[in-house]
């Protein structure tokens, strides 16, 4: 009997392979080799490179924020970012509209066998921009690899933790009757700037995903206006309509926005026209909208505006005290109609 | 966008509103045909600026709400199967069926991808040669010049995996059952800009010659529709019944011969049931013969589907515009756009949908469903 040399050979290819393999996620060499070679260079800080089971922090104060969030995102790369901006700019903007200031992050991938590395390398290399640009540090980390067709390329998961103001606590039940709903910037670039990416829709001009981070408004918010902040989201899934909702549902008021007011880019309407889809409902990944009081308007905006993602920042509406739990846009026309929930996706319509 | 923002500027449409407030001397019930109109008069609130003048009966030009029961259970066995890729419109995915909706079937291993156009579906065959793909073919006969191309070039090409599921249905006869009806009340019809922009108008122009009743093609952005509006409730002040063209800048009086001329290559007339209303002689159209190897009715063995809708539902009286949805029981209810007993509360552009955001509101504010 003989074997053919070719069932000898190792299944650990002994060159330089310019993909993940299954073995990168063994645990064993690759698994080290990878570490060391993509994620410790871009992500390297004292608490990371101890390589411990967890990671060692100091305690920030009394209190700590704490918010995790997945990322799943087809194309991974699109106009204006990729999924290790988001990664980054979704769990530290999540935790600066509790009013934190962004610390610790952890992050978590799973890697389907056969990304390219060229790939994975501009998205460490875009959480590593990101989270120096926010003032955190990436502490812990795990990596997994998945067969392929297992995982849509990568799916990575980041939780992070900020320290709190006990003096500045917004919060989604502190809207107030005469309160001004105002954004940070234009609406729908995220959203509509996936759908171009993934339908390959060629526009005239081309929409860039706002992906951004927020934590640098909100400390300019609350050292010029504190608690007169009364309210932060990040209208990401579900857009402004759904962010202002649940805000409207949980402090028991009524918003109403003037559709005159509403910030959204010629090329968004355009796409979203053709789309069958209503801007309103468009996820964002670098706005937020911000509930504050009557006396502190002009100072917020002006706060907002000193930053480049904050430059377009206006006022869209006004909370009311009547019709609670009802968001209600006045149109051009000067009727009302209601900006409801969405029961699901957005359907795009026949005609 | 150039050449939408004019349409849709608030100054000229509040000074169409003023004028039809002047123009009719008691109120007047108008019914427009399309579900995209629909849209457009809920979304802009027309009908709150209009309450005095005009009373809008939503028709039943939503493709989502009249496509029938059992066209929709076909199509979600179709997509249970598991050598078949399901192509449909965005807005067909959650129209329920008997027992399911292809949202559904998608999360249980279905596979059920969103098109914008039947020649996507016609590629989506050529990638996946292992693979039946179905175009859901529903609309009235603005859609019909597309799918009737997808056909076509599957016959070209000689693709032989590709057909078409088809729902399609025409306007003029659904004019002509509202009319018939004895408690009908609509005196005038905005006629769908879309729909003529394909078909002309010469169809409607017998219409309302025979029934004594205005017909205004009209298009779909605030100023069209108040515009519509206005020229309808005129004729029916001078007592006129003719049909007039708001939509010029779109539609002929011939309107896209090229098109049609495909169409009636690919389709023919045939009997189809509407959702809520029931079957109508030669209001639809369906594949001829020569192109049977592309009708997925006559491809699969799709066996005997038999439907019955939900009792509670009046989607059909609403439909034919004899109640609003309000006066359903069901409405708001056991039927919401969550879980949704008829198909008008599921589309945005079903009278039910609209109605369910617009009244609440009205609601609230009066303190009575008007």
């Known amino acids: 009997m003989s074997i053919a040399s070719s069932g000898l050979t190792c299944p650990v290819p002994a060159g330089e392979a ?28 004292e608490v990371l490179s101890v390589l411990g089971d967890a990671a060692v922090v100091p305690a920030p104060g009394e209190e700590i924020a704490v918010s995790t969030d997945s990322f799943v995102v087809s194309p991974l790369e699109f106009p204006g970012g990729n999924i290790g901006h988001l990664a980054v700019h979704g769990t530290v903007n999540d935790l600066a509209m509790m009013g934190a200031d962004p610390l610790y992050l952890t992050a978590g991938f799973i890697l389907e066998e056969g990304l390219p590395f060229d790939l994975l390398d501009r998205v460490i290399e875009a959480m590593s921009e990101s989270a120096s640009e926010a003032g955190v540090i990436v502490v812990t980390g795990d990596t997994k690899v998945v067969e392929r067709g297992k995982a849509d390329g990568m799916f990575i998961n980041t939780t992070g933790i900020g320290r709190l103001d006990p003096r500045f606590r917004p919060g989604p039940t502190r809207a107030r009757d005469g309160d001004a709903v105002l954004v940070s910037g234009p609406i729908g670039r995220h959203g509509v700037a996936i759908m171009a990416a993934r339908e390959d829709l ?25 608690p007169a902040i009364r309210c932060l989201r990040d209208p990401t899934r579900g857009g402004v309509a759904s962010a202002l909702n649940e805000i409207a549902a949980s402090s028991g008021v009524g ?72 968001v209600l846009l006045r149109t051009g026309l000067g009727a009302s109609r209601v900006v409801d929930m969405l029961p699901g996706d957005q359907l795009p319509r026949i005609c | 966008m150039k050449y939408l923002s004019e349409y849709r500027d608030p100054v000229l449409a509040r000074s169409l509103v003023d004028r039809i407030l002047a123009t009719a001397t008691r109120p007047r019930v108008l019914m427009e045909v399309c579900g995209g109109q629909t849209h457009t008069i809920v979304r802009q609130g027309l009908q709150e600026l209009l309450k005095d003048a005009v009373d809008m009966i939503h028709g039943p030009g939503c493709p989502v709400c009249v496509t029938p029961l059992e066209q929709i259970d076909r199509a979600l066995f179709l997509a249970s199967r598991p050598d078949v890729i399901f192509t449909s419109f965005g807005d067909m995915l959650r129209v329920p069926g008997s027992d399911s909706d292809l949202l559904q ?81 609509v005196e005038a019809f ?46 029916l002040e001078e007592g ?23 169409v009636s290559k690919v ?45 509670e539902c009046m989607a059909g009286d609403v439909l034919r515009g004899r109640i609003k949805p309000l006066q359903c029981p069901a409405f708001g209810e056991a039927c919401t756009p969550e879980k949704p007993l008829g198909a008008p509360m599921v589309s945005s552009e079903g009278a039910c949908a609209a109605y369910y955001n617009y009244a609440r509101f009205q609601t609230e504010t009066t303190g009575e469903p008007t």
């Open chain 2, 105 to 185: 079937i998608r999360a249980r291993g279905g596979e059920v991808r969103v098109v914008y156009s039947p020649l996507d579906a016609l590629e989506i065959a050529r990638a996946n040669p292992d693979h039946e793909v179905v175009f859901f073919a529903v609309g009235f006969e603005t859609t019909a010049p597309a799918n009737a191309m997808s056909v076509w070039q599957a016959r070209e090409l000689g693709v032989t995996n590709f057909s078409v599921l088809v729902s399609h249905v025409t306007v003029p006869p659904a004019i002509r059952a509202i009319l018939d009806a004895p408690d009908n009340r």
């Open chain 1, 202 to 226: 060629r526009f005239e001009v081309e929409v860039e995903s706002d992906t951004a981070c927020l934590a640098p408004l909100v400390q300019g918010l609350r050292a010029t206006c504190g």
């Open chain 1, 255 to 326: 918003i109403r926005l003037e559709e005159g007011e509403l910030p959204i880019p010629g090329p968004v309407r355009g796409a979203c026209e053709m789309l069958g889809l209503d801007p309103l409902y468009v996820a964002n990944e670098g706005i937020m909208v911000a509930i504050v009081a009557p006396d502190a308007v002009e100072a917020a905006l002006e706060a907002m505006r000193k930053h480049t993602s904050g430059e377009s920042a206006t006022r869209i509406g006004t909370v009311t005290a009547e019709r609670p739990g009802l």
């Open chain 2, 190 to 235: 905005l006629a769908a800009g879309h729909v003529c922009t394909v078909m002309g108008w010469e169809e409607y122009e017998p219409l309302a010659a025979e029934y004594g009743v205005p017909i205004v093609v009209t298009g779909f952005e605030p100023v069209d529709i108040l515009e519509g509006i206005h020229m309808a409730v005129r004729q």
């Open chain 1, 18 to 45: 310019d993909r993940v393999l299954l073995g990168h996620g063994s645990g064993g060499k690759l698994s080290a080799a990878l570490l060391r070679e993509r994620f410790l260079p871009r992500f390297g800080n």
């Open chain 2, 267 to 311: 389709f023919e007339l045939v009997d189809r049931a509407w959702r809520g209303i029931g079957e109508i002689p030669s209001s639809g159209l369906g594949l001829r013969e020569e192109f049977a190897d592309f009708d997925a009715e006559r491809k699969f063995d799709l066996g005997s589907i038999r439907t019955s809708e939900p009792a």
């Open chain 2, 240 to 262: 006129r019944a003719e049909v007039e063209n708001q939509y010029a800048r779109s539609v002929r009086r011939s309107g896209n011969e090229p098109a049609q001329a495909l």
